[in-house]
C-alpha cells in the first residue's frame, strides 16, 4: 500500500513523502492516527503544500525543543541495581525508569515513547537518546552500578565524612591468666 504522509514519522519518513508501508500497517495505524492518507492522484497534487507547512511547523517545533535539548546535554542518571558476578542485571532498567528519573532531576514532561533504547541489562556505562523532534535528538548518559556500592563519579568528601573514633582507655588491662587455670585436651567423662 502506498501512502502519503501528513505527518513525520520516525523511521519512517517526513510529512509529504509518498511511502510504501504494509497494508496492515497503513490501515491500522498510519491512516486511523492520521499520520497519512492513502496515496490517490488528488493527494498527491497535495504533496508539496503539505511538506511545505511540514517544514514551517517543524522549524518552529526545533526552535522551541533547542532549550530542552540544552537542557539534556550531559546530563547523567545514576541508577542502583541488583547485579550477578558477571555484571548482568537481575532485572532491567527501562525506558520508564529513565523518564522517572529525568521527571525527578529536571522537570520535563516526556513521554516514555520518545526515549531510544532498549531495556539496560548490564552495568556500566550507557547512551541514551532522546527523540525530541525529527531532527533533535540529544543523548544522555546513563550509569548503572551494582547495589550497595559507591555512586560512580560521587565520592565522599572529607569534610561531610564523619570518622568513627574508637574510645580506647589506656588503664584497661587485660587480666592475666591465673595459675589454677588449666586446659585439658581430654574429654571429661560421666
Known amino acids: 500500500m502506498k501512502v502519503l504522509l501528513l505527518k513525520d514519522v520516525y523511521k519512517l519518513g517526513r510529512a509529504g513523502d509518498v511511502k510504501r508501508v504494509a497494508d496492515g500497517f497503513g490501515r491500522n ?7 497519512a492518507v492513502l496515496a490517490t492522484p488528488g493527494a498527491l497534487s497535495q504533496s508539496e ?21 540544552e537542557k539534556l546535554n550531559n546530563v547523567e542518571l545514576f541508577f542502583a541495581a541488583r547485579a550477578g558476578e558477571t555484571g ?15 521527571e525527578k532531576k529536571l522537570a520535563l514532561g516526556l513521554k516514555r515513547q520518545q ?17 525530541l523532534t525529527m531532527d533533535m535528538i540529544p543523548e544522555i548518559k546513563v550509569t548503572v552500578y ?20 574508637e574510645e580506647v582507655s589506656e588503664t584497661s588491662e587485660v587480666p592475666a591468666p591465673t595459675e589454677t587455670e588449666t586446659i585439658t585436651d581430654t574429654p571429661v567423662e560421666e
Open 49 to 69: 503544500k503539505i511538506r511545505q507547512k511540514a517544514e514551517t511547523q517543524r522549524a518552529i517545533l526545533n526552535q522551541e525543543m533547542g532549550l530542552v535539548a
Open 88 to 102: 548482568k542485571l537481575y532485572g532491567s532498567i527501562t525506558t520508564q525508569d529513565v523518564n522517572d528519573e529525568l
Open 115 to 131: 526515549i531510544d533504547m532498549q531495556p539496560l541489562r548490564s552495568l556500566g556505562e550507557h547512551t541514551v537518546r532522546i527523540r
Open 146 to 165: 551494582r547495589e550497595g556500592e559507591a555512586e560512580p563519579g560521587r565520592s565522599v568528601k572529607p569534610e561531610t565524612a564523619t570518622p568513627v573514633e
Open 29 to 35: 495505524f498510519l491512516i486511523p492516527q492520521g499520520l
